[in-house]
């Protein structure tokens, strides 16, 4: 196996991961009904990401000030002396903060969370084993989701091996950004791959996420010419990408692939600036409206002239 992928000797069911969501039932990541895991850690800064506590590749705090009812239990509970009581509501001095998460069950007001947790492959299967039955019913499966699961190639790797044994399907929602060996190992594994494409011109797309596009159109010809099933994802931010020009080359690129089934376009979504909000160390956002129905029905249009199937909406 390829030693970009596999450094660790530990048993393969006890490789470990950070995980910051598991989803149960999710009909909106692939075909059927879906578990969805969530890893965190992505090495793109998209300003209008809808999960922004997946950007750090470490565990983070998230508190709703909104909910905090400053009792100051959370003060007592803490060993590090980081959190005081300001104006009514605990503030966290976040360089004393060792995230021990000995305030979060004691906060009755469920304002303070660990975002992130340290997790097995096989405690993760353990989870996803639990529903194979609607798996095989409505020829759904697992999709590997984040953040990036491509930053943790050998915790990503092991899930799918395993869910192979299991004859789970799989699939990678990814941006492919990353290593084309770690692209190739993981297309050996995968059954399909939900792929990001936020903007065809690559200054663009680095003003606005923090990376160029070409390692991610290029990995994208890689997993089609591999023969793997492909659904192009378009997130649709007013302003950035949802101009004439950008959208034709969009449909030209997904034309010219082989394996795409369908193309998804994404309305931009509010909720990231909100989960933003939460974090102790916040991430820029972009302060944009949701396109209409009217400006997405009209994209749909415009890509569907290049002969394949478009859904408005995951």
Known sequence: MNSIIYQSKVEERDIKGLVFDIKKYAIHDG????????????PLECQWCHNPESRSANAELSFRKDRCIGCGQCVEACPEQAISIVDEKA????????LCGRWVDICTACAREIIGQEMMV???????????????????????SGGEPLTQPEFLIGLLNQCQRCGIHTAVDTSCYADSRIIETVSEKADMFLCDIKHMDSETHERFTGVGNNLILDNIKLLSKAGKDIIIRMPVIPGFNDDK???????KFAASLSGVIRVDILPFNRGGMEKSARL????????????????????ATDLRKFGFEVKIGG
Do not use: W
């Open 31 to 42: 075909p059927g009904i879906r578990t969805t895991v969530f890893f965190k850690g992505c």
């Open 91 to 98: 503030v966290t001095e976040i360089s004393k903060c060792k």
């Open 122 to 144: 096989k405690e993760v299967m353990d989870e996803v084993e639990k529903d194979i039955i609607f798996y095989d019913q409505s020829g759904g499966g697992v999709t590997f």
């Open 245 to 251: 020009e950008n959208i034709e080359a969009t449909g």
């Open 280 to 299: 102790v160390n916040q991430n820029k956002h972009l302060q944009v409206d949701t396109p209409s129905e009217g400006q997405m029905n009209s994209i």
